[in-house]
């Protein structure tokens, strides 16, 4: 197999995540960049969508994930985005990391970021989801 990557970098979006009532109540800015390893030899050569994975499903998935679900970590953001895009898309493994430029830390820094990585034997094998 090819070792091809596919990168969606600094997608941001306001949403609630958070362990501090300020964070639950009004938001904050979130960054997410998805690396997602394929083979893109069958796009690379037919030049057409459908044999490629769309990097605008990509983009949904990670903002319905991020703006619609309520997270206290951003570990449970990132794992969740791994999981679905691994669920859903011919993936066998992706990064995720999500940054909070702005995470209260009592101090000066430039945010908090995790980075995870997934691959997909270890999506078949997590327990089902509720």
């Known amino acids: 197999m090819a070792q091809d990557y596919l990168r969606l970098l600094g997608m941001a979006f306001h949403a609630y995540h958070g362990l501090q009532q300020e964070e ?3 938001g904050q800015r979130f960054e997410v960049d ?3 390893h394929f083979d893109a030899v069958p796009a690379g050569r037919s030049d057409r969508i459908s044999d490629t994975i769309d990097v ?3 983009y949904a ?3 319905r994930v991020v703006m619609e679900r309520r997270f206290f970590l951003i570990e449970a953001v990132a794992e969740h985005i791994a999981a679905e895009i691994l669920e859903r898309f011919p993936a066998g493994g992706v990064l995720v990391r999500v940054r909070k430029p702005f995470a209260p830390l009592g101090g000066l820094a430039n945010g908090s970021e995790i980075e995870i ?3 997909r ?3 078949e094998s997590s327990p089902p989801r509720p």
């Open 121 to 123: 034997r270890e999506a």
């Open 34 to 36: 998805v690396e997602l």
């Open 24 to 26: 639950i109540e009004n």
């Open 117 to 119: 990585i997934r691959h």
């Open 56 to 58: 605008r499903e990509i």
């Open 61 to 63: 998935l990670v903002r």
